[in-house]
């Protein structure tokens, strides 16, 4: 089982729609999570970080946090073509003899039709 | 937001030659950066772990006397690729890590290698 799974997509959503995007973590120890974007041929970018079970919004990004069921998500509310990346769920697991780590998915392509 | 700097943005070399590459943290101090690879359409792959003021640690299958890493300060760490060959061309992206654990990248360094 990998640590860390997304489904790869693409998703497509059309414009203005809500975009759910999923992930689930193997390690109950894991302690952060997050989101990046990655546009084609460039880094990651952060986007969302959430600590604690239940949402987290900034803008049209929701993050959600299930540390029962081991379960984080994304939602991208009035989704625009600019949106179209694919995204990385990342989680951190603290480890006491190195740096902790982040433990990142393969991410998921979400694309935004017009 | 926390900005990450890496210099040079593309570089072609010939074969045999090194290449440093540079990763600045340029408003936060990073005790812990980070050093991927990223080939066309695949996840990051991590590298190693460099702590300000110590060796780097490295992932298993990482060359430690091939990618040299100094993180000579708390904004700064180096790369350098050392006798470089084709199978070395790559997308290569440093992270360093801030507070609450966010772990922010910098723009990466596409290599080629002739």
């Known amino acids: 089982q990998k640590e860390v799974e997304q489904n790869s997509g693409p998703l497509s959503v059309p414009e203005g729609a809500i975009a759910s995007l999923n992930c689930t973590y193997s390690d109950r120890g894991s302690q952060s999570f997050f989101w990046y974007r990655q546009y084609s041929g460039k880094s990651p970018e952060l986007i969302m970080s959430i600590y604690s079970n239940g949402d987290k919004e900034d803008g049209r990004f929701t993050a959600q946090l299930n540390k029962a069921s081991q379960y984080v998500s994304l939602l991208i509310r009035d989704s625009q073509p600019s949106d179209s990346a694919t995204y990385l769920c990342?989680?951190?697991?603290?480890?006491?003899?190195?740096?902790?780590?982040?433990?990142f998915g393969t991410g998921t392509r979400l694309q935004v039709t017009l | 937001g926390a900005v990450v700097s890496q210099h040079p943005s593309r570089v072609i070399c010939k074969s045999g030659t090194s290449v440093k590459i540079e990763c600045r943290s340029l408003?936060?101090?990073?005790?812990?950066m980070f050093w991927y690879r990223q080939f066309p359409k695949q996840s990051l792959m991590l590298m190693a772990t460099s702590n300000e003021g110590s060796k780097a640690t490295y992932e298993q299958g990482v060359e430690k006397d091939k990618f040299l890493i100094n993180h000579a300060s708390l904004t700064l760490s180096t790369l350098t690729v050392t006798s470089a060959h084709p199978e070395d061309s790559s997308f290569y992206i440093c992270?360093?890590?801030?507070?609450?654990?966010?772990?922010?990248f910098g723009p990466g360094t596409r290599l080629t290698v002739t």
């Open positions: 990342a989680v951190l697991v603290p480890n006491t003899g190195t740096a902790s780590k982040l433990t």
């Open positions: 992270s360093a890590r801030g507070r609450a654990y966010e772990q922010y």
């Open positions: 408003d936060f101090q990073a005790t812990t």
